[in-house]
Structure formats: structure tokens, C-alpha cells
């Protein structure tokens, strides 16, 4: 079993900022690319942030500048920090880790449950 358990999210005001973290556990051989995906009310989810192992990056065009992910691989976390944060912001964000479990020999996506993030005054 692989869990991926997200914390950090909250009420924010505008121009506020949030740090994430997206913790991985369980029979976990190997991770390779870990995301952070957001999904407003009536909106389809979309990529905010990934990262592969050897620490390249992508982000969507809409975060550049404002959002950072980075990752520890040694504790199998990725984060998310979010700046100057817009009420548009506001979504449910969710974890993404592309990986191998122990014994498995094919890759796999696994998905938080999400946490909340708020951007409101």
C-alpha cells in the first residue's frame, strides 16, 4: 500500500502565502516524477507544479514566478510553496507521485485526498 498525505492548506488572504507538503509512505521502491494538481468547484483539475527526481521542474504558465515546488527525495515529500496568492487560487489542491511500489514492475500514479486552500479577505 502507498499513501500520499497532504498538509498546509488553509484560509489565506490575498496576497497571502501557503507552503504545502505531500508526504509518500508505504511500499515505496522508487518515486519519479511528484506534482501538485488543483481543482476548483465546476472546474476541471489542472497541473499546478511537477518535479522529477533529478529535480527538474514545470509549472503552469499561470504560477510561474508566484509558485516553487521542491522535493525531498530522502523523506519522499514534495512541496509547494504559493506566493502572492489570488482568490482565483483558490482550489482543492492534490498530490501526484508517478512511482514504483516494492514488487511491482510497472509504474504507477497515486493520489492525495486533498487539502483546501482559501484565498479570501
Known amino acids: 500500500q502507498v499513501q500520499l498525505v497532504e498538509s498546509g492548506g488553509g484560509l489565506v488572504q490575498p496576497g497571502g502565502s501557503l507552503r504545502l507538503s505531500c508526504a509518500a509512505s508505504g511500499s515505496i521502491f522508487r518515486i519519479n516524477t511528484m506534482g501538485w494538481y488543483r481543482q476548483a468547484p465546476g472546474k476541471q483539475r489542472e497541473l499546478v507544479a511537477a518535479i522529477t527526481r533529478s529535480l527538474n521542474t514545470n509549472y503552469a504558465d499561470s504560477m510561474k514566478g508566484r509558485f516553487t515546488i521542491f522535493r525531498d527525495n530522502a523523506k519522499n515529500t514534495v512541496y509547494l510553496q504559493m506566493n502572492s496568492l489570488k482568490p482565483e487560487d483558490t482550489a482543492v489542491y492534490l498530490c501526484?507521485?508517478?512511482?514504483?511500489?516494492?514488487?511491482?514492475?510497472?509504474?504507477?500514479?497515486?493520489w492525495g485526498q486533498g487539502t483546501q486552500v482559501t484565498v479570501s479577505s
Open positions: 501526484n507521485a508517478e512511482l514504483w511500489s516494492i514488487g511491482s514492475t510497472s509504474i504507477n500514479n497515486y
